[in-house]
């Protein structure tokens, strides 16, 4: 049975992992290059070699309800998005609270990590790792990876013919902090992600004029939804999840789209997606519809080649005389310090099992947690994975036999290459796994997945809102290993939170807004089922473009 565990990061991954370890009774020790926690959450005035940080303007974007660990909600007058400052204040508290801080050893570099000589028969790695120039070795029944999914910048320079003789200044969002210095100039910034939207928003407010070029498009949905609730909120719920399953693709698509262009005509802005059958075209920003129409910001395609001082995309036109270009281009994962034989085994994290597992070890005794790319937040995420991990590794869980697990993660590869997803290998996961599906598949193999029939019949008012309402952490406490007891009431109360930091203003005898009967939205929930089975035995003839379905509303991540 595993006992020592290495846990390599001390971000939002490696906290959950000590916390998970203790809690199953395991001797965590964690490994942190920096001098405190967090991770990427992190700011610093200027970028550092090596570490990846946010610039001084980021939010989240996924709410604080949606965010938080499953035992720990945010305080109740907390804003609902967060600046980064805010978070990690979140994480401090968190560790000081569960005592993590005395398991982990800041300023500690891993230089390698390679199995034990008798791995086969005991399970272990011998972990070398570096603290102020002194090198050490300790050998450990198991390794959490923890490093993160952001952990290399990913600058593709040879995709960008003609860059090298460009003379302006170009450099990667890694390096942004601030608009400052951009005052009067022409920027383009390379990239419609997350990243790429706030830059362009951002530098809007001082440049001369910034041009966005995306290869692809975006759909760009605002953090606010249509009744004014945090959007993840009224989007990622189990009721969603059972219209995707039921419903057609080609349904599905033509729904989201509707949606999707309720706020703006994406196609007038030049901003709808090309591939639409992939999750990872939809971006969250409230500002940028309202600068592309104001002119401070212009869409442009991909960039074609660049010139001494201009830009030339792939439509042909050209801008002259750019003074700054910025490649928003993301980040890959890199495990520098794993042997070459797993460094190749685990490029993309198709390649584990559940995303977690290397399927051909001989001993489930390593394990990467956070390396996933998923439609939702990624603080639950992680430490359910960490949660079903510990449990394995203390011997509470098994795995199926080393072939069912190479034969399932074969499988799941298959499945993306039918979609047409063809950089499966790749360093950067570009498909986005659905955020309610992938946490009821890890709480399944950890026990703690919510039954929601037997809690319609046991306790209807919890059930409604475990169905209905967001698919919040706390659902993943309410049985099992790990039940906290005040699971329920933190479910209940998730709708009070999110009012009290806005309920700043309260004015007397304001009129409320009509509400549904209860009794009516019941009505509704065999109606539309009934309508979506005629729908499935008899389906549109018209062919839709294949899509990913309603998890494109689910593409959230802190």
Avoid at 242 to 265: C, D, H, Q, S, V
Wanted: glycine residues 8%.
């Amino acid at each position: 049975m595993v006992r020592r565990v290495a846990i390599v990061g001390a971000g939002v991954s490696g906290l959950a992992s000590i916390k998970c370890c203790l809690d199953e009774g395991l001797a965590p020790t964690c490994f942190e290059k920096s001098d405190g926690i967090g991770g990427l959450w992190q700011f610093t005035e200027t970028p550092q070699k090596g570490r990846i940080g946010v610039y001084r303007s980021v939010m989240t974007n996924t709410s604080k309800e949606m965010t938080c660990f499953s035992d720990f909600p945010f305080p109740e007058d907390c804003p609902n998005y967060l600046r980064h400052s805010a978070l990690l204040e979140y994480l401090r508290a968190y560790a000081k609270h569960f005592c993590l801080l005395d398991y982990i050893r800041f300023q500690t570099t891993v230089c390698s990590v390679r199995k034990h000589p008798h791995f086969t028969a005991t399970g272990q790695w011998v972990v070398d790792t570096e603290t102020n120039g002194e090198k050490t070795s300790d050998i450990f029944d198991g390794v959490m990876v923890c490093s993160g999914h952001y952990a290399e910048v990913n600058l593709p320079l040879d995709s960008f013919p003609g860059i090298e003789n460009f003379k302006g200044r170009y450099f990667h969002s890694w390096e942004y902090r601030d608009q400052k210095g951009f005052e009067g100039q022409k920027v383009l910034v390379v990239g419609a992600g997350n990243t790429g939207g706030d830059l362009a928003v951002e530098i809007s407010h001082t440049a001369a004029k910034v041009f966005l070029s995306t290869r692809s498009g975006a759909w760009v949905v605002s953090r606010i939804s249509e009744a004014g609730w945090p959007v993840d909120m009224a989007w990622t719920t189990r009721f969603y999840g059972l219209i995707e399953k039921l419903l057609p693709e080609g349904t599905i698509y033509k729904l989201m789209a509707k949606k999707m262009n309720r706020w703006f005509n994406h196609e007038n802005y030049g901003l709808i997606p090309v591939k639409s059958n992939s999750s990872t075209s939809l971006i969250l920003n409230d500002e940028l519809p309202s600068c592309i129409l104001c002119g401070t910001v212009t869409v442009k395609p991909n960039v074609k080649r660049f010139t001494d001082t201009s830009a030339i995309f792939e439509d042909e036109t050209v801008e002259e005389n750019i003074d700054t270009v910025i490649f928003a281009t993301g980040y890959s994962a890199t495990f520098p310090f794993l042997e070459e034989s797993l460094r190749d085994a685990c490029r993309s994290s198709t390649s584990l099992y559940k995303h977690i597992f290397p399927p051909h070890l001989e001993k489930p005794t390593l394990a990467f947690v956070g390396f996933i790319a998923l439609a939702g937040p990624i603080l639950p995420a992680v430490e359910l994975q960490a949660r079903w991990i510990t449990r394995v590794f203390n011997g509470s869980s098994e795995l199926p036999p080393m072939s069912r697990l190479i034969s399932e993660v074969a499988k799941r590869k298959n499945a993306l290459l039918k979609k047409g997803i063809t950089d499966i290998s790749s360093k950067k996961d570009k498909t986005r796994i659905r955020f309610v599906s992938y946490m009821d598949e890890i709480a399944a193999c950890l026990g703690v997945k919510p039954n929601v029939p037997l809690l319609f019949l046991s306790d209807p008012k919890l059930a409604w809102m475990v169905f209905f309402g967001p698919c919040t952490s706390y659902q993943y406490r309410l049985t099992g290993p790990g039940k906290w007891r005040e699971a329920r009431g933190a479910i209940l109360t998730q709708w009070d939170r999110v009012l009290k930091p806005l309920k700043t203003r309260v004015v007397e005898d304001s009129p409320q807004p009509a509400t549904v009967p209860h009794w009516l939205k019941a009505l509704a929930l065999p109606i539309f089922l009934g309508g979506a089975l005629i729908i499935l035995k008899y389906p549109p003839p018209a062919r839709l473009p294949r899509t990913n379905g309603w998890s494109v509303l689910n593409s959230f991540h802190v």
